[in-house]
Each structure stands twice: as C-alpha cells, then as structure tokens.
C-alpha cells in the first residue's frame, strides 16, 4: 500500500477528452517530438518509433505515433519502411547520411491520416504518406522522387491533446 499524502476527490475530475478516437482522415501538419529505435519482437529487425504531435487546427496538441520497420527480414517491408523515412527527410530538408532520429523533430511537416479499421483493438489513424508543407515537392535541389511515394509504412495512433499549449521545443529554445 502506498500512501499519497492528500486525498483525491476523484467523483470532481471531468476529463479533457474522454475517447481516444482517431482523427479524422485527412492531411496534418505535424512536427516530431520523440523517437526512438527499438529492436522487433523477434530480434531480426529493428523500428523507428516516432511520436507526432499535430500543430494546427481544431486538433492541435493531439499526438500521432508511427511504428516505422526499417531493418525488416521481408524486403518489401524494409524497402517502404525506409520510403517513409526517405518521405519524411525530404519534408523536413533533411539530405545525407540518417544517423540520430533527433535532427527530424520540431520541423513541420504533412502527414496524410487515414483510419484503419481493426475489430480487435478498434479504429485506429495510419500514416500513409509524409509530405512537405507546400505539397509533395521535395526541398529546393532535391530531385522529385519516382513512384509517386505514396507508401507510408507506419502506423499511427492518436490520443488526448498533451498539457502544454506550446508546439516548441519542451525546453525553450536552447541549442541542440
């Protein structure tokens, strides 16, 4: 038993939200505020997991989460994991060698929402594809990808808005 030291009046505590829907599908301009690699549940590959927050609009605050397998036994799989790194880099003007998920935050970006259906666990958003904030047109000097890119690899999930009102860095605006 753990003593808290103060009641909590728990029946006077409304909720801010009291559903975790998924967003309407749609375009978002989002910025990344946490990432992190973890190896898959087998050990034979490894996910970017990256935490979006949306900073505009009747849903800003509300987070985002992609699950993107970019080291992946299947092939297939690997290469449209790393289209969607490729689509996010290209976003935010990132170019070169990828080392620290860390130069990606705090730059906005689109991210193009839609619901996935699932029985199981209920209707989630997925991220189908990353865009610049102008449109799919890379950064001034980058080529224009082929295919189209419109594989995004992740999958996202969303929940209330956070506490802060602000869309910078936690910190203020010391140097990285």
């Not at 935050?105 to 904030?133: C, F, M, W």
Request: charged share 20%; with cysteine; hydrophobic share 35%.
């Amino acid at each position: 038993m753990a003593q808290l030291g103060e009641s909590i009046d728990v029946d006077n505590i409304v909720p801010e939200r009291g559903d975790f829907e998924p967003l309407p599908a749609g375009p978002y301009m989002v910025q990344v505020i946490d990432s992190d690699v973890v190896e898959t549940k087998a050990g034979t590959g490894l996910i970017l997991k990256l935490t979006m927050e949306v900073m505009d609009g009747p849903h800003a605050n509300r987070k985002i989460w992609a699950n993107i397998n970019f080291k992946n036994p299947n092939a297939t799989a690997q290469r449209i994991a790393q289209e969607a790194i490729k689509q996010i880099c290209d976003a935010v003007g990132f170019a070169g060698q990828l080392t620290d998920s860390e130069v990606l935050h705090y730059k906005p970006l689109r991210a193009q929402l839609t619901i996935r259906k699932d029985a199981e666990y209920g209707d989630r958003n997925e991220v189908k594809r990353y865009s610049s904030l102008n449109g799919n047109a890379p950064p001034a000097g980058k080529p224009a990808p082929s295919g189209g890119g419109q594989s995004g690899g992740g999958q996202a999930q969303q929940s209330k808005p956070s506490g802060g009102g602000g869309t910078g860095r936690p910190w203020g605006n010391r140097a990285a």
